[in-house]
Every structure is written in C-alpha cells, then in structure tokens.
C-alpha cells in the first residue's frame, strides 16, 4: 500500500511529494538517498558546495537504483553497504523534475583512507548533532528528511 507521509515545498521553493511504499508518481527514479544509522550515529559527509548532508547521487547508465546507492556511498564515504532496502521515494518538481529513492542498509566495512569523489568522506553524527548542525545542506532541513529519520529510526530498532 502507498502512503504518502508529506508533501511539502523545499526551501528552494520546489513542490515535494514524498511516500513510503510503492512508487506512485509514474516517473522512474534515477535519482538515490542513503540514509543509514551505525551503532547510533547518522552517516553523513559533507559536499564541497552544499554542506553536511547523507550520501546520494545519480545512477549512471545500465545501473541498478541499489548498485547506483552502494557505489555513490562508497564514492561519497568510503563506506561499504550491504543488505538494502528501499523504502521511499519522493519525487522533486522543479525547473528539472526528478525522482529520488532512498535506501538503507547496514555497514559493511569502513576505509581508513578512501579515495573520494566531491566530497570529505563520512562522518557519523548522533541524532543531537545532526539536528543542531548549522552546516547542514538544504536538502536535509526540510519536513521530508525528518520522516525519513523516522522511518530509519524506526527500522534499525
């Protein structure tokens, strides 16, 4: 069953709809979310432009939306995911519509010194930290990401 748990206007001004469940926007996403909490700390990293924010990006050609979201992860953090679930998607309509998924998972491994790609690599933040960052991009101050905090929150307990 679909559920849409918010619609929403991003701080950019874009009209959000986000659901849990199956997709119903009749658009394919190409676009991936990692939202991961690991012995009580969010993985985050931080974007050389956006700030603090959870791992993601765009799945390139021939790409599965969960090879897409290990591979961005380990691009962004140099953390390895395994056993992911997908468990929204919301949708972004703006000058470029896109669709996003998001995923957890858990920790594979973790690389003392990765190779990253436009990115600091991970960092894991408490719930207290992430919710006092003021570094934090606009993407995760909006009413979508505090749902999907729940939703993983709620999955990892």
Partial sequence: ??????????????HVELTFGENRFGMEA?????????EGKWLVTRHSVRGIE??????????????????ETIEETGVTITD?????????????????????GKVFSIEENPQL????????M????????????????????VEIRKWVDSYVS
């Avoid at 998607?89 to 996003?100: A, D, G, L, P, W």
Wanted: hydrophobic residues 45%.
């Fill in 117 to 124: 790609f436009e990115t600091e690599g991970a960092f894991w």
């Fill in 30 to 38: 190409r676009h991936v979310l990692v939202v991961l909490k690991h």
């Fill in 126 to 145: 408490t719930d207290e930290q992430l919710s006092n960052c003021d570094e934090l991009s606009f993407h995760m101050k909006d009413a979508g990401m």
């Fill in 1 to 14: 069953m679909t559920h849409i748990a918010t619609i929403f206007k991003d701080l950019q001004g874009a």
């Fill in 84 to 104: 992911l679930v997908k468990f929204a998607e919301y949708v972004v309509m703006s000058n470029v519509t896109f669709c996003k998924a998001v995923f957890t």
């Fill in 54 to 71: 959870f791992p993601g990006g765009k799945a390139e050609e021939g790409e599965t939306l969960t090879e897409a979201a290990i591979r």
